[in-house]
């Protein structure tokens, strides 16, 4: 099975900064990576898929890079509404495996 | 518009069953793959299960192998997950997902709790 880490596993940030959240692979998952958001209480919410592509809808705040095993999700200006926790999750290979999730505070 | 709706969810003793449905609406599920996803209390998301859309392929991780069977009834436009000989670790709120790679669109959630 492919594992997933995330890095840090919590922040806590202001208004305005920018907000980057790594995820590592433990092995090759070419682009195969999505990024999803999910507000205590609530369903996750794809926000990235490709690695780097934006999901239509989400705000352009939000961007994805990287390949192979090493990918980078950054939030640019951190506004309130995005506290939540984020997962990376890779579906180059099965079982489809998700990192154990960043939370971001304000 | 598209949306998935649970149901089925609920309390349960170890070593029960259980069945979750998937009503999907707003989009042509007979040509979808389709998921279920988990996600125990207090933790992060895990994949169970997917089944491609003539039910020829179907996929479970490693834990619920032998005990899980994802189905679905295309003329319903619905996804099912059949739960057998539960287990305290399969607590979790219980996710329908479009897709079986990145999943756009998931359910609101059934809760399920394995509990004596």
């Known amino acids: 099975d492919i594992q997933m880490t995330q890095s840090p596993s919590s922040l806590s940030a202001s208004v305005g900064d920018r907000v980057t959240i790594t995820c590592q692979a433990s092995q090759d998952i070419s682009n195969s990576l999505s990024w999803y958001q999910q507000k205590p209480g609530k369903v996750p919410k794809l926000l990235i898929y490709d690695a780097s592509n934006l999901e239509t809808g989400v705000p352009s705040r939000f961007s994805g890079s990287g390949s192979g095993t090493d990918f980078t999700f950054t939030i640019n200006s951190l506004q309130p509404e995005d506290i939540a926790t984020y997962f990376c999750q890779q579906y180059s290979n099965l079982p489809r495996t998700f990192g154990p999730g960043t939370k971001v505070d304000i | 518009e598209v949306q998935l709706v649970e149901s089925g969810g609920g309390l349960v003793q170890p070593g029960g069953s259980l069945r979750l449905s998937c009503a999907a609406s707003g989009f042509t599920f007979s040509i979808y793959w389709m998921s279920w996803v988990r996600q125990a209390p207090g933790k992060g998301l895990e994949w169970v299960a997917s089944?491609?859309?003539?039910?020829?392929?179907?996929y479970y991780v490693d834990s619920v192998k032998g005990r899980f069977t994802i189905s679905r009834d295309n003329a319903k436009n619905s996804l099912y997950l059949q739960m057998n000989s539960l287990r305290a670790e399969d607590t979790a709120v219980y996710y329908c997902a479009r897709g079986a790679s990145y999943y756009r669109y998931w359910g609101q959630g059934s809760p399920v709790t394995v509990s004596s």
């Open positions: 089944i491609k859309p003539d039910e020829n392929e179907k």
